[in-house]
Protein backbone atom coordinates (compact mmCIF):
# COMPACT_ATOMS: atom_id res chain seq x y z
CA UNK A 1 0.00 0.00 0.00
CA UNK A 2 1.07 3.44 -0.69
CA UNK A 3 0.28 7.44 -0.15
CA UNK A 4 1.10 9.57 -3.07
CA UNK A 5 0.99 13.21 -2.61
CA UNK A 6 1.70 15.15 -6.21
CA UNK A 7 3.91 18.38 -6.53
CA UNK A 8 5.59 20.41 -8.57
CA UNK A 9 2.49 21.95 -10.77
CA UNK A 10 1.43 25.94 -11.77
CA UNK A 11 1.43 27.97 -14.58
CA UNK A 12 3.87 27.83 -17.18
CA UNK A 13 3.60 29.95 -21.08
CA UNK A 14 3.68 27.75 -24.06
CA UNK A 15 6.85 25.76 -25.31
CA UNK A 16 7.83 26.26 -21.94
CA UNK A 17 9.10 23.23 -19.62
CA UNK A 18 7.61 22.24 -15.91
CA UNK A 19 8.46 18.89 -13.68
CA UNK A 20 6.16 17.19 -11.78
CA UNK A 21 7.10 15.08 -8.83
CA UNK A 22 5.19 12.26 -6.67
CA UNK A 23 6.57 11.74 -3.25
CA UNK A 24 5.03 8.08 -2.02
CA UNK A 25 4.84 6.58 1.94
CA UNK A 26 5.00 2.67 1.68
CA UNK A 27 8.09 0.12 1.68
CA UNK A 28 7.19 -1.72 -0.97
CA UNK A 29 7.54 1.49 -3.58
CA UNK A 30 10.10 -0.08 -5.48
CA UNK A 31 8.10 -3.12 -7.50
CA UNK A 32 5.15 -1.13 -8.10
CA UNK A 33 4.23 0.28 -11.74
CA UNK A 34 3.67 3.90 -11.29
CA UNK A 35 1.54 6.28 -13.84
CA UNK A 36 0.93 9.94 -14.76
CA UNK A 37 -2.77 10.84 -15.96
CA UNK A 38 -4.73 14.15 -16.32
CA UNK A 39 -8.10 14.97 -16.70
CA UNK A 40 -8.77 18.71 -18.45
CA UNK A 41 -11.89 20.52 -17.60
CA UNK A 42 -15.02 18.36 -19.15
CA UNK A 43 -13.40 15.93 -20.43
CA UNK A 44 -12.40 12.46 -19.30
CA UNK A 45 -9.43 11.24 -17.15
CA UNK A 46 -6.87 9.52 -19.76
CA UNK A 47 -3.62 8.33 -19.49
CA UNK A 48 -0.14 10.30 -20.22
CA UNK A 49 3.06 7.97 -19.13
CA UNK A 50 3.92 4.84 -17.32
CA UNK A 51 7.04 2.87 -16.19
CA UNK A 52 7.81 -0.49 -14.61
CA UNK A 53 8.29 -1.33 -11.24
CA UNK A 54 12.49 -1.78 -9.77
CA UNK A 55 14.46 -0.18 -12.37
CA UNK A 56 11.95 0.97 -14.76
CA UNK A 57 13.71 -0.57 -17.84
CA UNK A 58 10.01 -0.14 -19.35
CA UNK A 59 8.43 3.01 -20.10
CA UNK A 60 5.28 3.64 -22.34
CA UNK A 61 3.76 7.07 -23.74
CA UNK A 62 0.13 8.71 -24.83
CA UNK A 63 1.17 10.00 -28.54
CA UNK A 64 -0.06 13.31 -27.47
CA UNK A 65 2.33 13.52 -25.46
CA UNK A 66 5.30 11.26 -26.85
CA UNK A 67 8.90 12.95 -27.34
CA UNK A 68 8.06 15.80 -24.95
CA UNK A 69 7.43 14.18 -21.64
CA UNK A 70 9.80 11.91 -19.98
CA UNK A 71 8.47 9.92 -17.11
CA UNK A 72 11.31 8.64 -14.30
CA UNK A 73 11.67 7.54 -10.74
CA UNK A 74 13.82 7.18 -7.95
CA UNK A 75 13.37 4.36 -5.27
CA UNK A 76 15.84 5.83 -2.98
CA UNK A 77 13.37 8.79 -2.37
CA UNK A 78 10.20 6.81 -3.41
CA UNK A 79 9.28 9.35 -6.10
CA UNK A 80 8.01 9.35 -9.72
CA UNK A 81 8.36 12.36 -11.73
CA UNK A 82 7.25 13.71 -14.70
CA UNK A 83 9.12 16.03 -16.77
CA UNK A 84 7.08 17.91 -19.31
CA UNK A 85 9.13 20.16 -22.43
CA UNK A 86 7.25 22.03 -24.89
CA UNK A 87 4.42 22.19 -23.10
CA UNK A 88 0.87 23.40 -25.14
CA UNK A 89 -2.19 24.67 -23.95
CA UNK A 90 -3.76 21.85 -24.25
CA UNK A 91 -1.67 20.14 -22.08
CA UNK A 92 -3.82 22.45 -19.53
CA UNK A 93 -5.27 19.53 -16.92
CA UNK A 94 -5.20 18.35 -13.55
CA UNK A 95 -2.16 15.83 -13.30
CA UNK A 96 -2.54 12.82 -11.17
CA UNK A 97 -0.02 10.47 -10.12
CA UNK A 98 -0.88 6.05 -9.68
CA UNK A 99 0.54 3.16 -8.63
CA UNK A 100 -0.52 -0.70 -9.20
CA UNK A 101 0.87 -3.79 -8.53
CA UNK A 102 1.88 -6.19 -11.32
CA UNK A 103 3.67 -4.83 -14.99
CA UNK A 104 3.20 -1.56 -16.26
CA UNK A 105 -0.48 -0.54 -17.92
CA UNK A 106 -2.41 2.54 -19.12
CA UNK A 107 -6.02 2.10 -17.65
CA UNK A 108 -7.09 4.18 -15.00
CA UNK A 109 -8.94 1.25 -13.72
CA UNK A 110 -5.82 -0.90 -13.26
CA UNK A 111 -4.22 1.70 -10.61
CA UNK A 112 -4.52 0.86 -6.54
CA UNK A 113 -3.27 3.91 -5.40
CA UNK A 114 -3.91 7.36 -6.46
CA UNK A 115 -2.24 11.00 -5.51
CA UNK A 116 -5.04 14.18 -5.00
CA UNK A 117 -3.82 15.94 -8.25
CA UNK A 118 -1.82 18.55 -9.09
CA UNK A 119 -2.95 21.77 -11.87
CA UNK A 120 -1.06 22.80 -14.71
CA UNK A 121 -1.63 25.57 -16.68
CA UNK A 122 -0.14 26.24 -20.07
CA UNK A 123 -0.79 29.65 -21.53
CA UNK A 124 -0.84 31.00 -25.11
Known amino acids: QVQLVESGGGLVQAGGSLRLSCAASGRAFSSYALGWFRQAPGKEREFVAT?????????YYAGSVKGRFTISRDNAKNTVYLRMNSLKPEDTAVYYC????????????????WGQGAQVTVSS
Open 98 to 113: AAKEGIVATGAKTYNY
Open 51 to 59: ISGWNGATT
